[in-house]
């Protein structure tokens, strides 16, 4: 069998902000009816944390629950251990209207980290990423320039950034420019 | 820049982050309706100055539709609601009534 490797192959660049992709990242995508008690079952006992509640995302190293939508979480898990995830959710939802999918393989994981993360983002993104407005345990999706990402803080000032594989050659590119020397603002 | 909360996913959302799906609560005529009601429904839509619904999805965001009440001329936002109704509600409607008194939407007002 041939080995995973991830979009950029743990690229890297340090700016005004440390870039990396990350490398190998289970995520499962489980759509059904968040207010279920067996969708809830499921998706706990899969990331081993508390149901996010809207807008929020509950991580605990590399596993973790992400709001997507009123109808989506993202499950969180070791690259290796998606299968066997996946197997368990499918048994405590049989028989519920519910969707699981991996999708650790069509998405690309970014972090972003240091005192100038929120600048860098901040370019990129239409969000308020100000310390007040947005926090470690949020969740956003939205833009990165032209494409679709979504993002989370592991801490005060680190971002981890998913987005679609097919663009990760861009957003990287992008975060490098965002993250230049002499590019800060002062603006946080 | 207009900016609506959307009330799906909670964000405030600028309009990039955001796809325009046209003019709210169009009555359906399909088939077996007579020329003029189909005409009607696939092509006559109202173009006001002033108050106005519309359809909006949050696409770069939650991925959900929703509805939204605001002002052509101003980019005032009234509100934001639900896409599952079929006009929008009262309080929707109270909030358009103390900043425009008096306005008219189609049959609404
Ligand atoms: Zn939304």
């Given at each position: 069998m041939s080995d995973p490797v991830s979009a950029l192959n743990r690229a890297a660049f340090t700016g005004i902000a440390q870039i990396a992709e990350t490398g190998l990242q289970g995520m499962i995508t489980l759509r059904g009816d968040l207010a279920s008690a067996v969708v809830i079952k499921a998706a706990t006992a899969a990331a081993g944390t508390d149901m996010p509640a809207r807008g929020e995302a509950k991580i605990k190293g590399e596993h973790g629950l992400c709001w997507m939508s009123p109808d989506e979480v993202l499950v969180l898990c070791p690259h290796a251990e998606v299968a066997m995830t996946i197997a368990a959710m499918e048994q405590v939802l049989a028989g519920e209207h519910a969707l699981v999918v991996n999708v650790s393989d069509a998405r690309a994981v970014f972090r972003v980290s240091g005192p100038l993360a929120r600048e860098v983002l901040s370019k990129l993104a239409?969000?308020?990423?100000?310390p007040q407005a947005f926090r470690p345990g949020m969740m956003r999706r939205t833009k990165l320039a032209q494409v679709p990402a979504a993002f989370w803080m592991e801490d005060d000032r680190t971002f981890r950034i998913v987005c679609f594989r097919s663009v990760a050659q861009y957003v990287f590119d992008l975060l490098k420019v965002s993250a230049q020397e002499g590019s800060e603002v002062g603006v946080f | 820049m207009l900016i609506l909360q959307c009330p799906c996913c909670g964000v405030m959302a600028d309009e990039t982050e955001l796809a325009a799906g046209g003019e709210a609560h169009l009555k359906r005529f399909g088939p077996g309706s007579s020329d003029d009601d189909f005409e009607s429904y696939l092509f006559n839509r109202v173009n006001p100055k002033g108050v106005h619904f519309e359809r909006w999805r949050h696409a770069y965001g939650c991925g959900k539709w929703f509805h939204a009440a605001r002002c052509?001329?101003?980019?005032?936002v009234f509100g934001t609601y639900s896409a599952q109704v079929t006009e929008p509600p009262q309080e929707i409607r109270d909030k358009i009534s103390a900043r425009r008194p008096g306005w008219r939407w189609r049959e609404f007002g």
């Amino acid at each position: 069998m041939s080995d995973p490797v991830s979009a950029l192959n743990r690229a890297a660049f340090t700016g005004i902000a440390q870039i990396a992709e990350t490398g190998l990242q289970g995520m499962i995508t489980l759509r059904g009816d968040l207010a279920s008690a067996v969708v809830i079952k499921a998706a706990t006992a899969a990331a081993g944390t508390d149901m996010p509640a809207r807008g929020e995302a509950k991580i605990k190293g590399e596993h973790g629950l992400c709001w997507m939508s009123p109808d989506e979480v993202l499950v969180l898990c070791p690259h290796a251990e998606v299968a066997m995830t996946i197997a368990a959710m499918e048994q405590v939802l049989a028989g519920e209207h519910a969707l699981v999918v991996n999708v650790s393989d069509a998405r690309a994981v970014f972090r972003v980290s240091g005192p100038l993360a929120r600048e860098v983002l901040s370019k990129l993104a239409p969000v308020d990423l100000a310390p007040q407005a947005f926090r470690p345990g949020m969740m956003r999706r939205t833009k990165l320039a032209q494409v679709p990402a979504a993002f989370w803080m592991e801490d005060d000032r680190t971002f981890r950034i998913v987005c679609f594989r097919s663009v990760a050659q861009y957003v990287f590119d992008l975060l490098k420019v965002s993250a230049q020397e002499g590019s800060e603002v002062g603006v946080f | 820049m207009l900016i609506l909360q959307c009330p799906c996913c909670g964000v405030m959302a600028d309009e990039t982050e955001l796809a325009a799906g046209g003019e709210a609560h169009l009555k359906r005529f399909g088939p077996g309706s007579s020329d003029d009601d189909f005409e009607s429904y696939l092509f006559n839509r109202v173009n006001p100055k002033g108050v106005h619904f519309e359809r909006w999805r949050h696409a770069y965001g939650c991925g959900k539709w929703f509805h939204a009440a605001r002002c052509t001329a101003t980019l005032e936002v009234f509100g934001t609601y639900s896409a599952q109704v079929t006009e929008p509600p009262q309080e929707i409607r109270d909030k358009i009534s103390a900043r425009r008194p008096g306005w008219r939407w189609r049959e609404f007002g």
